[in-house]
C-alpha cells in the first residue's frame, strides 16, 4: 500500500533516497528531495501492510492532466524488488484509474516489465 509521508519523516525519505547510487552527494541529495516539495510533486512510501516496516519509496509528477510521470522507484535491500516495484506502481494506478503511468529514462523498464503484467 502507498502511504503518504508525514513532516517527520524526513530522514527516513533521506535514508531511502541515498539507496541511489547517484544520490550520493549530499547537495544533490537534498535538492532531488526539496523538488517533491513542489507543486504536483508526490512522494510515497510503499508497505505491505500498515504495521509492516516501509519497504519502498515511489516518487512521481503530474503531467499534463493525464499522466503521471514515475521519477524515482526505490525498493529497500532484502526486498523482492520486482514484486515491489510492480506492486507499487499497481497501488498508483488504482489510485489514479483515469491516469496514464510514464516513466523516465532511469523508470520506464520497470514500468514496461509492469504493465505487461498489469
Known amino acids: 500500500m502507498l502511504v503518504q509521508p508525514r513532516p517527520d519523516d524526513e530522514k527516513t525519505i533521506m535514508g531511502l533516497f541515498s539507496l541511489v547510487p547517484e544520490l550520493k552527494d549530499f547537495n544533490h541529495l537534498n535538492q532531488v528531495v526539496s523538488d517533491y516539495e513542489k507543486e504536483g510533486h508526490f512522494l510515497y512510501f510503499f508497505q505491505d501492510e500498515v504495521q509492516d516496516p516501509i519497504t519502498g519509496l515511489l516518487g512521481y509528477e503530474t503531467y499534463k492532466e493525464n499522466i503521471l510521470l514515475?521519477?524515482?522507484?526505490?525498493?529497500?535491500?532484502?526486498?523482492?524488488?520486482?514484486?515491489?516495484?510492480?506492486?507499487?506502481?499497481?497501488?498508483?494506478?488504482?489510485?489514479?484509474?483515469?491516469?496514464?503511468?510514464?516513466?523516465?529514462?532511469?523508470?520506464q523498464t520497470a514500468i514496461d516489465k509492469w504493465r505487461k503484467h498489469y
Open 70 to 107: 514515475v521519477r524515482r522507484i526505490i525498493v529497500t535491500p532484502g526486498s523482492p524488488k520486482k514484486a515491489t516495484q510492480s506492486q507499487m506502481l499497481t497501488d498508483l494506478q488504482e489510485q489514479n484509474p483515469d491516469k496514464t503511468l510514464m516513466g523516465t529514462l532511469e523508470t
